[in-house]
Each structure stands twice: as structure tokens, then as C-alpha cells.
């Protein structure tokens, strides 16, 4: 399969590095539109913990030095130090990664929910900007088609948590509950929604809510119920806060150590806890060491979750066998889609064979037209008949085989028609 997939992820990458690729979903728009000046078709898969980007690249190699040189000057990295953290996939390792991507598999917190929206999201910025070829949706209608299977099926999503909400059991289990507890959400996106919406049923004293635009904070507490904060209020906000979720999303730090040991400043022994959840982060790192704070980011929330994973690690088995069978159903899918513009060819070659030798012999024998038509229908028969077993053979072929070249040759077929995927991908 022409598919090329260059990205990093929490596996490969650390988080000072994975802050460098992270993308906002302006930016993602931009990197697209850039990256469409290499490359013809692209999808890129942005998340607050993997950055990939999905090509249709005949020749992957050249595709693969061609991604690298556009990360290496979109992020300012040279070749030789960004290439350590990524990985390059290509035949079919990307749809196979993909689906699992899409099943919640591959995510920081196995079974989280929110990736199949995120690959859904990227399929059609894609498609808005004409940068969906026939390969890239074939393979992104697969691998939402496995991630909706999966959740189905198996339990693996059954009581999942987001990587909000594990910050908010980790804030609850810091400070030994949340019951008359206040907190403060910095963020008004989908993770600071989810943040939020977490937060909402814990018994709090009270919560806030603040970002960036007033008018995302206004909507959101309205919705639920919380007050509002100027984002210049913002040292304001932390000096009464007890637990404090922020993913802004920011290309830098929100929350200086400076800012933060001013909030801290008259509270007396009432400690703070910061769950930074935001990649880029937003808090300085030193913010970790005022006396009184707890500063935890996102890999810490992460260490926190995956303890509390052992349910839904019991159906990651089943997960993978939906994968393994649906990427096998669509490897036979196509391998048939392959190989119909050399059946078409052969079908079209033998016609016109057909109908030729047909006139040729009808001018000589002046037959009465039911004649005709009976000598007609004999050499459709004899074509078809004659066609039927290479025909066959030619789809059933197992990848690697070089069956194709072979019936090319002994049908003496011009060059051969790039193969076009004629559907989004096999019938489930």
C-alpha cells in the first residue's frame, strides 16, 4: 500500500521534545497548508501526545526525507536531532498503526475516547482542503470504521477515563478529596471542558473557569454552573485556589514561577496542587519547588492512570484481534482493488479481439440475423469461459507475489494504469 507515516508520540519522544511538534488546531491548519507545497495528500494527526503525519508516497523513501526536511523547518530542529524521535512507517505498518491509533490502543491512557473524534477531525481538514486522495480515505474510513468496532465490542472503553479526568482523580487523591475544595480550569477547550464537566460533581466549594478569550470561560461556566475570571485575574484566581487544571494550549508558559509564588503568598499552609495537562506546558517547571506546591504534568498523570488500568488491559487482547482481523480484511480489499485496472484491460483487449474476428467472420458468411446474434452470444460465452480462471487467479494473489507482472506479459498489456481504490474501503 502506497502509505507513508512520519510522527512521534509519547513512546518515542519526550515531553520537551513532543512540546516542540505539538500543534494547536490553528497551527494544525498552517502545517497543513505548508505541507501541502511537498506533498500532494497529506493527513495530519495532531493529539496533546502524538504529532503524525499520514502521506500517499509511491516512493517512501523520498517521501520520508521529504517530511523530515518539512518538521525540520517547521519546528527549527535540524534533521540529525529531530530524527531520533520519530518513526517512520510505511507499506502497511501505518494502516495497521492507524487502526490501532483510532481503537484507543496506542493512546497515553488505553481506551480513552477522545482520539476517534481527533482522527475523525483530521480526515476532514484534509478533505476541506482537497488533500484527501483515495488511498488516505480509504485508510482513515477504515480505521474510524475498526475504532467504532472496538468500543463496540469490547469493554476496553467501559468506565475509560480522559487524561482530564485521571488529573482530576489524581488532584482529588493529593489533597485527600475535593469536597469544599475550590479549583480553578485554565482552558476552555475540550480538555478544559472535560476538566471542568470532572470537576463539576466533586462536591466543591466553588469553580472557576478562565482562558485566554472571555468568551470561551463565560460559555463554559455558564454551562456549568461556574463563575468566570478575567484572565489578567489570574494570580487572583490561583492565590484562592486549591487545585488547578490548565491546558491552554499556549505556544508558551501561562503560569511563571514568579506569578505563582505571589498566588502563594498569604495562604498561609494551605497547599496548591497544578495538574499541567497542557502540551506545550504551561507552567514553568520551577513552580514545582515554592514551598506549598504540587506541580504535576502530563506524563505524572499519565503514571497515575495507567495503575488504575487493569479492566480495560484485560480486553486490549481482544482489541488487537478486531486490528489484526481488520487490517487483514482490508489487505485482501485491496489487493482486488489492485489489480481491476489490469482485469479491466484484459477484459477491454479481449472485446475488442472479440468484436473484430466477429465482423470479420460475419461479412464472409451473409448469416440471417437470429444466426448472428447466436454466433454472437457463442464468442461472448468463449471469452468469458476462457478469461475465467487467470481472472480468478489474478485477484485471489497473496501480496508479494509477482502474478501481476506475469499476466501482464502474457496478455502483452501496455503500461500499467494507476490502481484507484473504487469505494472507502472494504464492506464490514
Not at 41 to 52: F, Q
Not at 260 to 288: C, K, T, W, Y
Not at 406 to 423: G, H, T
Request: some cysteine; aromatic content about 4%; proline content about 4%.
Amino acid at each position: 500500500m502506497p502509505l507513508l507515516l512520519v510522527g512521534t508520540n509519547h513512546h518515542v519522544a519526550p515531553l520537551a521534545v513532543r512540546e516542540r511538534l505539538a500543534l494547536t488546531a490553528e497551527q494544525g491548519e498552517h502545517l497543513l497548508a505548508s505541507l501541502l507545497t511537498y506533498v500532494p495528500n497529506a493527513v495530519v494527526l495532531a493529539t496533546c501526545n502524538r504529532t503524525e503525519i499520514y502521506v500517499t508516497a509511491h516512493n517512501t523513501t523520498v517521501g520520508a526525507q521529504h517530511v523530515y526536511q518539512f518538521l525540520s523547518e517547521w519546528t527549527g530542529i535540524p534533521v540529525t536531532d529531530l530524527r531520533p524521535h520519530l518513526y517512520a512507517m510505511q507499506d502497511w505498518d501505518p494502516l495497521r498503526h492507524l487502526l490501532r491509533v483510532a481503537s484507543g490502543l496506542d493512546s497515553m491512557i488505553i481506551g480513552e475516547e477522545q482520539i476517534l473524534g481527533q482522527v475523525r477531525s483530521a480526515v476532514e481538514l484534509s478533505r476541506s482542503r482537497d488533500a484527501l486522495d483515495a488511498v488516505l480515505a480509504a485508510a482513515f474510513t477504515q480505521a474510524l470504521r475498526t475504532g467504532r468496532k472496538v468500543r463496540s465490542d469490547t469493554r476496553i472503553s467501559r468506565n475509560a477515563v480522559s487524561v482530564s479526568s485521571a488529573a482530576i482523580d489524581l488532584a482529588q487523591q493529593r489533597l485527600g478529596g475535593l469536597r469544599d475544595k475550590r479549583a480553578l480550569v485554565v482552558a476552555a477547550g475540550a480538555a478544559g471542558e472535560l476538566a471542568a464537566r470532572a470537576l463539576n460533581g466533586r462536591g466543591l466549594a466553588g469553580l472557576q473557569v478562565t482562558s485566554r478569550t472571555q468568551a470561551h470561560a463565560e460559555t463554559l461556566a455558564r454551562q456549568l454552573q461556574a463563575e468566570p475570571v478575567p484572565f489578567d485575574d489570574l494570580v487572583a484566581a490561583l492565590s484562592v485556589a486549591d487545585a488547578v487544571v490548565t491546558a491552554t494550549g499556549a505556544p508558551g508558559v501561562i503560569h511563571t514561577y514568579d506569578m505563582v509564588r505571589q498566588a502563594m503568598a498569604g495562604r498561609a499552609s494551605r497547599p496548591l496542587v497544578i495538574l499541567d495537562i497542557a502540551v506545550p506546558r504551561d507552567v514553568e517547571p520551577s513552580v514545582g519547588t515554592i514551598p506549598g506546591v504540587t506541580l504535576y504534568n502530563i506524563e505524572d498523570v499519565q503514571q497515575f492512570a495507567e495503575a488504575n488500568l487493569n479492566l480495560r488491559r484485560q480486553e486490549v487482547e481482544s482489541a488487537e484481534e478486531i486490528v489484526a482481523t481488520d487490517v487483514s480484511s482490508f489487505q485482501r480489499w485491496w489487493q482486488t482493488q489492485e489489480v481491476l485496472p489490469t482485469v479491466r484491460q484484459i477484459q477491454q483487449k479481449a472485446e475488442a479481439i472479440r468484436q473484430q474476428e466477429l465482423e470479420r467472420t460475419l461479412r464472409r458468411l451473409h448469416l440471417t440475423e437470429q444466426d448472428q446474434e447466436a454466433v454472437t452470444a457463442m464468442t461472448r460465452a468463449i471469452v468469458k469461459k476462457l478469461l475465467h480462471d487467470p481472472l480468478m487467479y489474478l485477484k485471489a494473489r497473496r501480496s508479494g507475489e509477482d502474478s501481476l507482472e506475469v499476466v501482464r506479459s502474457l496478455f502483452d498489456l501496455e503500461a500499467e494504469p494507476q490502481a484507484v481504490p473504487q469505494s472507502a474501503g472494504p464492506v464490514a
